[in-house]
């Protein structure tokens, strides 16, 4: 059914109409009650018949009811002046009790001060804007709010991993209203708004196509749209003609559009194939059925159109308002006054000159108390407005919605209603039944793609002369295209092909980076990096210094000072001053110490003779520092503000290209024009220590980083799943083995590997000799 049969049925089938009772029965007392709706539009239609057959209904049921409503019709003709226009005559005029409407959040928010300055309530079942609530008491939601579903489209770009969205709205209080609890739970699911999309009520043609044509140049492909149903329908007829209705897109409406989809014309319905919503989830009940029953007939007789088709969720709301408001009057019943003007005059010049109402308030009292089960479900008010109930999640398939879950504050997404059943909240893709994605899809989109067609992903890679092993190149001659090679670069193809989908890409310059390149917060403020691929740290290599075998006092190296002190002063003591009885004593004693003390010295001098003695030409970073020696590092690196912060000053830091350049440098030395120690990440001072075998050790500690990573531009979705990919192939060995692959063969053993003899103390051979003893004693 399109809004023209929709028309044709309120006109011909309205009974009663609207502005019924007028003249009083004895014995009943009337309320009077003023009903604001924009007469030409899909909601305001549907407001106004459905309040009829609610005023009708009620007082078919209930006919020993002492009080009755009287309801007053006023069209506001969409606009917010003729609004306020009613609404001002329904309380200086008619003197009503209690206002249904207006119709749109804008209007609704121009007109509730007057309902809360004359203290009569303003009941509207359609202005769904959060900012509405709690801006004064008189004012009452009887719709649920709009922001009730944004966690339902939140779990939604959750399930499926969308890390980015567009939302589109309309530039009113009904699309701004909105907008900051979206973007809220958007952001409680790690999904960042890449773009907010603003279209004006009466946007024209030209508009709506220059900013599709805008968001087709994103990479976004997510969309949220909240727009009324007019507009809303003009914005899917050119993303279709725009070719934004293809493979790779996904399009969510909120529940103004999807309760409305039933009045769309055939050619929005087609161009809104494979579109998700939400709406208010409806319990299915024998009432409703009997009302969509009596619905679809009047809709048969004007159309002869035989598709059952859902009643609008406004519809619902708004006939269980007028039930709501009814209860409230017939409990209120004899306790009614008649208004009574305020201090001001009512033929006073200014025009809000208004009256207070003693009715209004004890309305208000009891309609907030109201509590029963209606059309739409549980009818019961909680801070003025509907409480919240599950949302229906529908497909747009053929001419229809198709439900394909159910998302619900305590269960999450789920493929049916389950009450009364503990369950905790789950937002798995298994949750949901088969979805039709735009193009006829039944793989969900990915949520981003590149924004020209055919274009690849640029990776930026530089030339550079040193530490090849890990990414090397070269310019082809003819072509000069990129050749890469090295550890990183079959990384980097591993992982890309990892992904769940095909990304183009291709070696130059420069929408992501691949490198040696190394996690840091101030690189992260400009790029945002994946996971770590290969471990990072940093720390410093020295030159070793070896011990001359041939030294002429290397025979004294096996004892210290002390020892040879100790000996010699035993030796002449045993020689003049011991005599008599002891000399015996002493002397076996002496030959025992002796003989123990050869064996050590001759084991001592036997290994230095056999393996050279190493030693660091640097042992302390400080003692680098305190001494003002130059040191070295990669060029380009963040190793020179990672220097300066360890107390290095700038002007002793040299930087160097290449592994040729750092031994050139560290083997002249700093007095010579080169650097005493060389510090880079721990992958590059591997390679120095391979090439250069036995020549230089690593000293002091090792500083942790952030690793090695590949970095892409800000807010790009495809990190994510790099990120993912890594992880993969860490798991299963891949990287690793790569790295082993890629490794050199001939690996140094190192010179920490080689025995390094020390000299016997004079307290070491103290508890040497004691050990002895002690064993012989035993």
């Known amino acids: 059914m399109n809004f023209l049969s929709l028309q044709l049925l309120i006109a011909l089938l309205l009974l009663p109409s609207l502005g019924i009772e007028q003249n009083s029965t004895d014995g009943i007392i009337h309320f009077q009650v003023g009903v604001v709706l924009d007469l030409n539009s899909p909601v305001g239609l549907i407001g106004q018949k459905c309040l009829s057959m609610a005023h009708s209904d009620f007082y078919s049921f209930h006919r020993n009811y002492t009080t009755k409503l009287v309801l007053h019709l006023w069209?506001?003709?969409?606009?917010?002046?003729?609004?306020?226009?009613?609404?001002?005559?329904?309380?200086?005029?008619?003197?009503?009790?209690?206002?249904?409407?207006?119709?749109?959040?804008?209007?609704?928010?121009?007109?509730?001060?007057?309902?809360?300055?004359?203290?009569?309530?303003?009941?509207?079942?359609?202005?769904?804007?959060?900012?509405?609530?709690?801006?004064?008491?008189?004012?009452?939601?009887?719709?649920?709010?709009d922001a009730d579903q944004v966690e339902a489209i939140a779990s939604i770009v959750e399930t499926f991993r969308w890390n980015q969205v567009v939302i589109i709205y309309e530039d009113t209080e009904y699309g701004n209203g909105i907008i900051p609890y979206l973007s809220n739970a958007l952001q409680d699911v790690n999904t960042r708004v890449s773009y907010r999309s603003a279209f004006p009520k009466s946007a024209t043609d030209d508009f709506i196509c220059k900013e599709l044509r805008n968001m087709m140049t994103m990479q976004t492909r997510v969309f949220v749209v909240h727009m009324s149903q007019r507009l809303g329908a003009r914005l899917f007829l050119k993303s279709k003609e725009l070719g934004m209705m293809n493979n790779g897109y996904a399009w969510i409406v909120t529940s103004g559009l999807t309760d409305l989809f039933n009045l769309m014309d055939l050619d929005v319905v087609e161009a809104m194939q494979g579109v998700l919503g939400v709406?208010?989830?409806?319990?299915?009940?024998?009432?409703?059925?009997?009302?969509?029953?009596?619905?679809?007939?009047?809709?048969?007789?004007?159309?002869?159109?035989?598709?059952?088709?859902?009643?609008?969720?406004?519809?619902?709301?708004?006939?269980?308002?007028?039930?709501?408001?009814?209860?409230?009057?017939?409990?209120?019943?004899?306790?009614?006054?008649?208004?009574?003007?305020?201090?001001?005059?009512?033929?006073?010049?200014?025009?809000f000159s208004l009256g207070m109402s003693n009715t209004g308030p004890k309305l208000l009292k009891e309609i907030l108390r109201t509590r029963f089960q209606g059309l739409a479900g549980l009818f019961h008010l909680a801070n003025g407005q509907l409480e919240q109930t599950p949302y229906q999640i529908v497909n747009v398939v053929g001419k229809s919605?198709?439900?394909?879950?159910?998302?619900?504050?305590?269960?999450?997404?789920?493929?049916?209603?389950?009450?009364?059943?503990?369950?905790?909240?789950?937002?798995?893709?298994?949750?949901?039944?088969?979805?039709?994605?735009?193009?006829?899809?039944?793989?969900?989109?990915?949520?981003?793609?590149?924004?020209?067609n055919g274009k690849k992903l640029r990776i930026g890679v530089s030339k550079k002369s040193g530490f090849n092993e890990f990414l090397k190149v070269v310019n082809d001659p003819q072509t000069n295209a990129a050749e890469v090679s090295g550890n990183f670069k079959e990384v980097f193809d591993s992982v890309m092909a990892a992904l769940p989908y095909a990304v183009p890409y291709e070696y130059e310059k420069y929408d992501a980076a691949l490198g040696d390149i190394t996690i840091t917060a101030n690189r992260s403020i400009y790029v945002d990096f994946t996971l770590p691929h290969a471990a990072g740290g940093v720390a410093s290599v020295v030159p070793i210094k070896y011990e001359d075998a041939n030294d002429k006092w290397t025979f004294s190296q096996p004892l210290t000072k002390e020892l040879w002190l100790m000996s010699a002063t035993f030796y002449i003591f045993t020689g003049q001053g011991i005599?008599?009885?002891?000399?015996?004593?002493?002397?076996?004693?002496?030959?025992?110490?002796?003989?123990?003390?050869?064996?050590?010295?001759?084991?001592?001098?036997?290994?230095?003779?056999?393996?050279?003695?190493?030693?660091?030409?640097?042992?302390?970073?400080?003692?680098?520092?305190?001494?003002?020696?130059?040191?070295?590092?990669?060029?380009?690196?963040?190793?020179?503000?990672?220097?300066?912060?360890?107390?290095?000053?700038?002007?002793?830091?040299?930087?160097?290209?290449?592994?040729?350049?750092?031994?050139?440098?560290?083997?002249?030395?700093?007095?010579?024009?080169?650097?005493?120690?060389?510090?880079?990440?721990?992958p590059h001072i591997n390679i120095l220590l391979t090439e250069f075998c036995g020549k230089y050790m690593i000293v002091g500690p090792t500083y942790r980083t952030g690793g090695f990573a590949f970095a892409f531009p800000k807010g790009l979705p495809l990190v994510a799943d790099v990120s993912r990919a890594i992880i993969q192939l860490t798991e299963n060995g891949t990287i690793v083995e790569i790295g082993q692959l890629n490794s050199s063969n001939s690996a140094c053993a190192g010179p920490e590997s080689a025995i390094t003899p020390s000299s016997m103390t004079l307290q070491s051979f103290q508890i040497y000799c004691r050990g002895t003893v002690g064993s012989i004693s035993e």
């Open 279 to 351: 709406k208010p989830l409806i319990p299915k009940h024998k009432a409703l059925d009997s009302f969509a029953t009596r619905w679809n007939t009047m809709s048969l007789q004007v159309n002869g159109n035989i598709e059952q088709t859902e009643v609008s969720i406004f519809g619902l709301w708004a006939y269980d308002t007028l039930w709501a408001l009814a209860m409230a009057a017939e409990k209120v019943g004899n306790k009614k006054l008649n208004a009574i003007k305020n201090a001001v005059d009512s033929n006073s010049k200014f025009p």
């Open 75 to 145: 069209d506001s003709k969409e606009t917010v002046i003729d609004a306020a226009d009613g609404v001002l005559d329904f309380l200086q005029n008619v003197k009503v009790d209690a206002i249904i409407g207006p119709q749109k959040s804008t209007q609704a928010n121009f007109v509730m001060d007057l309902g809360d300055r004359a203290r009569v309530p303003i009941i509207s079942f359609s202005a769904t804007s959060p900012s509405l609530i709690p801006r004064t008491p008189y004012f009452v939601q009887t719709a649920q709010s």
């Open 579 to 682: 005599e008599g009885n002891l000399i015996c004593l002493v002397l076996v004693t002496w030959a025992f110490v002796a003989s123990l003390l050869i064996s050590t010295y001759t084991a001592s001098l036997s290994s230095r003779l056999t393996v050279q003695r190493l030693q660091p030409a640097v042992t302390d970073v400080m003692k680098l520092i305190r001494s003002g020696d130059y040191i070295g590092c990669q060029e380009g690196s963040f190793l020179i503000d990672f220097l300066k912060g360890l107390g290095f000053e700038e002007s002793k830091i040299k930087t160097y290209k290449s592994t040729d350049d750092c031994d050139e440098a560290l083997t002249k030395g700093s007095s010579n024009g080169g650097i005493s120690a060389y510090f880079d990440v721990l």
């Open 401 to 452: 919605e198709r439900e394909v879950g159910i998302w619900s504050p305590s269960r999450g997404i789920s493929k049916e209603v389950i009450l009364n059943v503990p369950s905790s909240y789950s937002i798995s893709k298994e949750n949901f039944r088969s979805i039709i994605w735009p193009g006829g899809s039944v793989i969900a989109p990915k949520g981003w793609e590149f924004p020209v």
